[in-house]
Structure formats: C-alpha cells, structure tokens
C-alpha cells in the first residue's frame, strides 16, 4: 500500500509559479513511477507529467511541456510538480499517483494509488 498526500496548491496570477508536492509513504514508493494528473470542473482528469522510478526518464503532456518540472526525492520519499508561466487554464484539482504495474501512462485508469487533490487556481 502508498498512501499520497499533496500540498502546495493555492492562487497564483497568471505568470507566476506554483510548486506542489506529494508525500508518500510505503516503503515500496521507490520502485514505483509516479504521476501528476489534474482535473477541471466538467473535464475529465488528463496527464500532466510522469516520472520513473530513478528519476531517468520523465514525459510531459504538451500542454505544460517547457514550464512544469517534476522530480522525485527518493531520501523523503516526495514527488513534485514545479509549475511556471501558469496560465489560467492550468486552473483545476491537481492529483498526484503511483503506477505499480505497466501501463499506459496517459490514462489515469492504470495508476493504482491517489491523494486526494491540491485545487490550483490561476487568475488571469
């Protein structure tokens, strides 16, 4: 079991920075790749950013490809999701996950652990 808690959310203007981080507990938390997703009123939850269990390989959606940064912390067992240049569609619920097993890392449906959600709003 990973249990994930995140923080660091809160109001930003657009253009300014936001850092969120989630953390995990488990002592297994190192062998999984972990994931930042976020979800919109009315929207369905969309990949943001994953990370693998090293830290060696790291994909981003378009979207926020060139001004979010995750990294992961193996010594504190965190994961977070650096935010830049936000903008006011970065606004939602952002979530942090653990993928346990392979699986397409674009769909939230194959990651196994959740927190419960950080709201980010950005104003324009």
């Known amino acids: 079991q990973v249990q994930l808690v995140e923080s660091g959310g809160g109001l930003a203007q657009a253009g300014g920075s936001l850092r969120l981080s989630c953390a995990a507990s488990?002592?297994?938390?190192?062998?999984?790749?972990m994931g930042w997703f976020r979800q919109a009123p009315g929207k369905e939850r969309e990949f943001v950013a994953r990370?693998?269990?090293?830290?060696?390989?790291?994909y981003y959606a378009s979207s926020v490809k060139g001004r979010f940064t995750i990294s992961r912390d193996a010594a504190k067992n965190t994961v977070d999701l650096q935010m830049n240049s936000l903008k006011p569609e970065d606004t939602a619920v952002y979530y942090c996950?653990?993928?346990?097993?392979?699986?397409?890392?674009?769909?939230?449906?194959?990651?196994?652990?959740w927190g419960q959600g950080t709201q980010v709003t950005v104003s324009s």
């Open positions: 990370i693998t269990t090293r830290g060696g390989i790291i």
């Open positions: 488990g002592r297994t938390f190192s062998s999984y790749a």
């Open positions: 996950a653990a993928q346990t097993t392979v699986g397409n890392m674009y769909l939230h449906t194959t990651y196994d652990f």
